[in-house]
């Protein structure tokens, strides 16, 4: 037991400096994991790691649903509803058939079953590797939500393809009326369980007394049980993470309205994301020795002509389909012709965003050993090193060369946008106005005798006063920003010496250890505060 808790402590620790490195070399973490992944594995001496499917579909996959579903943007989902159902659905359906045909067609020994099935792994994109890569990249607020919108459903309709195409190889019968019907049925019947779910733990939340500690376990917990009671009734566990995770969302403001809650679950949901992201991603790059061994019939060179061949067919179909539904619905519908066109530069992006991650090789991986009268199941490491293969391609080479891609295309914001200290300006102004409000009609007898209400009805009515007058001024020069900059840096060495002086206090007998944490706490808000004020 000891020695399984130093490993596990041993990996993370390693885990954490190679996301440092990876910052220092300024490359997303996902992929410098997988590359580190690769080169650990191939260590002489290094013991052969086999990932587990299950591990990846009821450990990692709901909680990393779930955290994407709860900071989609619900009215840019909606709004974006069409482009997203286009990616998530008939893109993975289009990149199916056509990698069926494809893989049927040069591949020895292909039927279009395996094509299928092979399409239904490698068809949705991975989400976390995107998302990871554009962090801090100048992208228009469309293309992140078309991005983070596709990535939230295709991995459910990738699923369904995989499993009725694994049905087709097993029994040898395919219907496509049944499957067209059994899609619907799984897929709406997982948007049920979800909003089920998610109408239980909002009741729970809000009518029973729980803490902030509760309320972030209870998060946690949430996914799980979502994807568990889905799967349990042969539905899909990812449209019920999604939808409940969207639903609960989307009410968060009435059953978390405590700060201490929202921060403490903002807390717990970062770390637990950031070290399920990092341990993913290394964990692909360390199963290739395993999929290496387990081609015995055919060649590593072959096995990796045909995975090239596969990658550069779902770049091209990825390119071609996103350019057609961006601009043929403009040309066909009056009322699209209306809307800012997206040009050549946001679809070219959306398109290189399309990296393959830890779902494609997981659902590869699930792939049963023998068929139902005992044989072996036909071609399936080589359906599994062609996954990797794809996860390679894509994920690095696509990867690295994303923010080039962007830079190149200098892209700017396709909608009009208010510039981001602007808004959140205007809505310091009406919160305090509101607050002010409340203070002057209902308290107004009240705070002439009570000076603390009389402070903040001061405060608030200068903070009014401040804000319309930031909010009348059109243009900020270069010079008040370089002003701004400068006066942060001296409130962050003002706050710096302040924590210094916090932690002599911990060490006199005046001060309680509480009291310098609160102190400490209101410290970091109120550097928050400058941030979002100055910057």
Request: overall charge positive; glycine content about 8%.
């Amino acid at each position: 037991m000891h020695e399984n808790l130093l490993l596990i402590l041993g990996l993370l620790f390693a885990l954490m400096l190679l996301v440092m490195l990876a910052q220092k070399l300024r490359i997303a973490y996902p992929i410098f994991l997988f590359l580190a992944g690769l080169g650990i594995g191939f260590i002489p001496g290094i013991p052969v790691f086999k990932l587990d499917p299950e591990l990846i579909f009821l450990v990692f996959l709901p909680p990393l649903l779930y955290e994407a579903a709860w900071y989609t943007s619900w009215k840019e989902f909606k709004k974006w509803k069409g482009p997203i159902a286009l990616l998530a659905f008939g893109l993975v359906f289009l990149t199916s058939f056509v990698v069926a045909y494809a893989a049927q067609s040069f591949i020895p020994g292909f039927t279009l079953a395996l094509g299928f099935l092979l399409g239904g792994i490698i068809s949705p994109p991975d989400a976390v590797a995107a998302a990871t890569v554009l962090k801090g990249l100048k992208v228009p607020r469309r293309t992140i939500t078309i991005l983070e919108g596709e990535s939230l459903v295709n991995d459910a309709s990738s699923l369904i393809v995989f499993r009725f195409a694994l049905a087709a190889v097993l029994t040898g019968t395919f219907s496509m009326g049944q499957a067209a019907g059994q899609f619907f049925l799984v897929a709406g019947m997982g948007v049920v369980v979800g909003l089920a779910g998610g109408h239980i733990m909002y009741v729970v939340h809000r009518f029973l007394p729980t803490s902030s500690a509760i309320d972030a376990t209870l998060t946690v917990m949430t996914p799980y049980l979502l994807f568990l009671s889905a799967e349990h009734f042969h539905f899909s566990g990812v449209m019920a993470v999604v939808s409940g995770g969207l639903f609960m969302s989307f009410r968060s403001h009435e059953v978390f309205t405590s700060g201490s809650t929202r921060m403490t679950m903002s807390a717990v949901w970062h770390t637990l994301i950031f070290v399920l992201n990092t341990l993913v991603f290394i964990l692909i790059g360390l199963g290739l020795p395993a999929i290496v061994g387990g081609l015995a019939e055919t060649s590593i060179l072959h096995g990796i002509e045909y995975g090239l061949y596969i990658s550069l067919t779902v770049i091209v179909i990825r390119l071609l389909w996103i350019y057609a539904v961006a601009h043929i619905p403009r040309w066909i519908i009056k009322e699209h012709r209306r809307a800012i066109s997206p040009g050549w530069k946001n679809p070219l992006i959306i398109s290189w965003a399309g990296m393959r991650g830890v779902v494609s090789l997981a659902t590869a991986l699930s792939i049963p050993l023998l068929m139902k009268d005992g044989r072996a199941f036909p071609q399936r490491d080589l359906i599994i090193f062609i996954t990797f293969i794809v996860i390679l391609v894509t994920l690095v080479f696509q990867g690295l060369t994303l923010p080039y891609v962007i830079k190149l295309t200098n892209i700017g914001e396709l909608d009009p946008v208010l510039p981001e200290h602007e808004q959140h300006m205007g809505i310091r102004l009406r919160l305090d106005t509101l607050a002010f409000e409340h203070l002057h009609g209902k308290y107004s007898p009240a705070h002439e005798n009570n000076t603390l209400i009389t402070a903040l009805k001061e405060k608030l009515k200068n903070d009014i006063e401040g804000f319309r007058k930031s909010l009348t001024s059109v243009e900020i020069d270069s010079k008040n920003s370089s002003e701004r900059k400068e006066f942060y840096k001296i409130i962050s060495e003002i706050h710096a010496l302040q924590r210094k002086e916090l932690f002599k206090m911990k060490n006199e007998r005046t001060f309680t250890d509480e009291a310098v944490r609160k102190a400490e706490y209101l410290l970091d808000l109120n550097d928050m505060k400058v941030i979002d004020n100055v910057l």
